[in-house]
């Protein structure tokens, strides 16, 4: 019986092929409690998944930013940091001006910035046009995470609680903000305000920290909207 493991572990059971269950004697189970009764003799593999945000959304210590002492950090997934007409944006063509802050101070890694990003930019796209508005994000992730990660044995009954305070390997990147600080900005016209107001509503529900949605331009166009 095979019990008392993290929920957050992906299990892979090998079983000889004699007793082999389809497909091909290969058992994963994903995101659930482990209570596995193995009756004839088998291999356990136990997977270490990625693990949640708020693992590391707190500020702890200084900020780990120094590549050229580390021995290759993972790529940062987000693709662009300026979408949409941003030479409009930067000689003002735009009507309004939207920011999202930060009302906490936390760590956001760059995965989660990403999604913000892609959501925001879809949600604007589809009404504005791809030439009616202009996306930037504002934070990079300098500050790079590290994990000691913790393997198990064949026999799969424990899980290795390892060294107290490891160095850890590195496994991604945040940005550290602050509280009030400008984590996303969109210019678009008054007539798309709304949708622009709802795109960054959706891009927070990606960030870990509460955020808030202000009009910083424009405030006479959209009287009683805002």
Not at 22 to 37: D, H, K, M
Not at 126 to 137: C, N, P
Not at 183 to 212: E, G, W
Request: positive net charge; hydrophobic residues 40%; proline residues 4%.
């Amino acid at each position: 019986m095979l019990s008392g493991l993290s929920h957050r572990l992906g299990v892979e059971v090998f079983i000889p092929w004699k007793h082999a269950l389809p497909p091909y004697g290969r058992i994963s189970v994903q995101r659930a409690p482990l209570n596995i009764a193995v009756r004839s003799p088998c291999r356990v593999v136990v997977v270490m998944a990625r693990k949640p945000a708020k693992m590391y959304r707190r500020l702890k210590g200084q900020a780990f930013t120094r590549r050229k002492y580390m021995g290759g950090v993972p790529n940062n997934q987000i693709i662009r940091f300026l979408t949409g007409d941003s030479q409009a944006a930067e000689t003002g063509g735009f009507e309004l001006v939207l920011e999202l802050s930060a009302d906490e101070s936390c760590q956001i890694r760059h995965t989660a910035l990403e999604a913000s990003r892609i959501i925001c930019n879809s949600t604007i796209r589809k009404v504005a046009g791809e030439k009616g508005y202009a996306l930037r994000i504002h934070t990079f992730p300098h500050h790079v995470l590290r994990e000691n990660k913790q393997a198990t044995g064949a026999g799969a009954d424990r899980v290795s609680q390892g060294m107290r305070c490891a160095f850890g390997k590195n496994v991604g990147t945040a940005a550290r903000v602050k509280h009030g600080q400008r984590v996303i900005s969109l210019h678009c016209n008054a007539k798309d305000f709304l949708t622009a107001k709802d795109a960054l509503r959706k891009a927070k529900m990606k960030l870990p920290t509460p955020c808030t949605v202000s009009l910083v331009r424009g405030h006479e166009l959209v009287k009683g909207l805002a």
